[in-house]
Each structure stands twice: as structure tokens, then as C-alpha cells.
């Protein structure tokens, strides 16, 4: 069955760090990109960052960019979002999805998938 679980987060001060994981099982993640997104409360889910399947593809939304990294272990079927200088804005349940090369529509991500898993908190507060 496929399955993606998003675990790493947490309450962390502003310019703190945190590394969040993103789990498949199911399926072999190695021919997808993984993408990240966020849903602050009130507002709506966006992406932030998607790694592709091959070697030098990563999108960045400007809001992150220089502060985020992805990265993929294919052999755990693992993706990782390092998050670095962490800003009260950040707050957000942060997601995962995984798809056929990066979903990048004139420089935004679309977030028009069917479903998604329940993501993992994370909160950047004094």
C-alpha cells in the first residue's frame, strides 16, 4: 500500500533548526520527487521545496530559499527537508507527497493532490 509519513517536528526557538523526514513504504520513492509543502493555520497549503528523481533537480519557493534543504536516501526510500534560521512564520504542519517530477507550475508547486498524509507540526516560537 502506498504510504508516505512525515515525522521530524517540533517546537524549536526563531533561528533554530530541525530536519524532517519523510517516510515511503509501498512503493520505491527512487523514480519519484518527493515534494514538501506546509499548511499554516488559516491560510493555505503551499510548497516549499521538492527534490527530483535525478541528481541536481531541487525547486525552492523564495520564502525558503538559502534556509531549507532537500535531500533523498533511495536506499531507506527516505526524503529529508533541513530546515535552518527557522522564522515564527514557518509555523506550519509541513507535508510530503510524492510524484512524477517536481510539480512546478510557473514557479509556484501545485498542491492539487487527492490526498494527503497527516503531516508533522512544526513550530517556531520563543
Known amino acids: 500500500q502506498w504510504q508516505l509519513v512525515e515525522s521530524g517536528g517540533g517546537l524549536v526557538q526563531p533561528g533554530g533548526s530541525l530536519r524532517l523526514s519523510c517516510t515511503a513504504s509501498?512503493?520505491?520513492?527512487?523514480?519519484?520527487?518527493i515534494g514538501w509543502f506546509r499548511q499554516a493555520p488559516g491560510k493555505e497549503r503551499e510548497g516549499v521545496a521538492c527534490?527530483?528523481?535525478?541528481?541536481?533537480?531541487?525547486y525552492y519557493a523564495d520564502s525558503v530559499k538559502g534556509r531549507f534543504f532537500v535531500s533523498r536516501n533511495n536506499a531507506k526510500n527516505v526524503g529529508y527537508l533541513e530546515m535552518n534560521s527557522l522564522k515564527p512564520e514557518d509555523t506550519a504542519v509541513y507535508y510530503c507527497?510524492?510524484?512524477?517530477?517536481?510539480?512546478?507550475?510557473?514557479?509556484?508547486?501545485?498542491?492539487?493532490?487527492?490526498?494527503w498524509g497527516q503531516g508533522t507540526q512544526v513550530t517556531v516560537s520563543s
Open positions: 527534490i527530483g528523481s535525478q541528481p541536481g533537480t531541487t
Open positions: 507527497q510524492a510524484s512524477w517530477g517536481c510539480p512546478v507550475v510557473g514557479n509556484k508547486m501545485v498542491t492539487s493532490f487527492s490526498s
Open positions: 509501498g512503493f520505491s520513492a527512487d523514480d519519484y520527487a
